[in-house]
């Protein structure tokens, strides 16, 4: 089993639709957790953190955390043909410092 | 510059070769990472300084990887005797002391072995 596990995608989307993507996780004892975006030829770029159990909201962006579930997710409304990327899910591993990545989710935004 | 600045962006060799990929952090930035990323693929953690020190060096692929960071600034990965499974985008990204999972991303060097 994959330490941070992600559907690669695509996922396709209307413009002005909510756009759900999925990470889930197998080390319970991970306390912290981000998404990063990639554009397609670019570096990652970080858009959110969350830290507790349930839902953080930052713009159009909300992130949602289940630990009991061991699983993380991140919602954007209103989807955008700019928010077209790949979404990476990042789970803080046993050693604080060290990000674990998933494969990524890439989010296609039809206009 | 302002972000992490990695070069060369973009590296040809032939299989066998020695390579030195070079990242210079955000000035300020304690730790530094260097992950790698192929076709597709997520992020691979390679290692990680904290300082000029690498407590975890536990993601090097093999004894031909190496890395160091001198004046907890710049850094240098190495790969001696490159083979093709060794081609991908190498990214550097540091942090500040508070900054958690907050990693600010290089734009890569792009290994090509032939």
């Known amino acids: 089993q994959k330490e941070v596990e992600q559907n690669s995608g695509p996922l396709s989307v209307p413009e002005g639709a909510i756009a759900s993507l999925n990470c889930t996780y197998s080390?319970?004892?991970?306390?912290?957790f981000f998404w990063y975006r990639q554009y397609s030829g670019k570096s990652p770029e970080l858009i959110m953190s969350i830290y507790s159990n349930g839902d953080k909201e930052d713009g159009r962006f909300t992130a949602q955390l289940n630990k009991a579930s061991q699983y993380v997710s991140l919602l954007i409304r209103d989807s955008q043909p700019s928010d077209s990327a790949t979404y990476l899910c990042?789970?803080?591993?046993?050693?604080?410092?060290?990000?674990?990545f998933g494969s990524g989710t890439r989010l296609l935004v039809r206009p | 510059g302002a972000g992490v600045s990695q070069s060369p962006s973009n590296k040809v060799t032939e299989k066998g070769k020695d390579v030195e990929l070079r990242c210079d952090p955000i000035s300020g930035h304690t730790a530094l990472y260097w992950y790698r990323q192929s076709l597709g693929q997520g992020l691979e953690f390679l290692i990680y300084?904290?300082?000029?020190?690498?407590?975890?060096k536990s993601g090097l692929p093999s004894d031909r990887f190496s890395a160091e960071r001198t004046g907890g600034s710049v850094s240098t990965l190495t790969i001696q005797r490159t083979q093709q499974e060794d081609s991908a985008v190498y990214l550097c990204?540091?942090?500040?002391?508070?900054?958690?999972?907050?990693?600010?991303f290089g734009e890569g060097s792009r290994l090509t072995v032939l």
């Open positions: 990204a540091s942090s500040s002391p508070s900054g958690g999972g907050e990693l600010f």
């Open positions: 080390d319970r004892v991970s306390q912290s």
């Open positions: 300084f904290q300082g000029n020190s690498a407590p975890d």
């Open positions: 990042a789970v803080e591993g046993r050693s604080s410092y060290k990000l674990i």
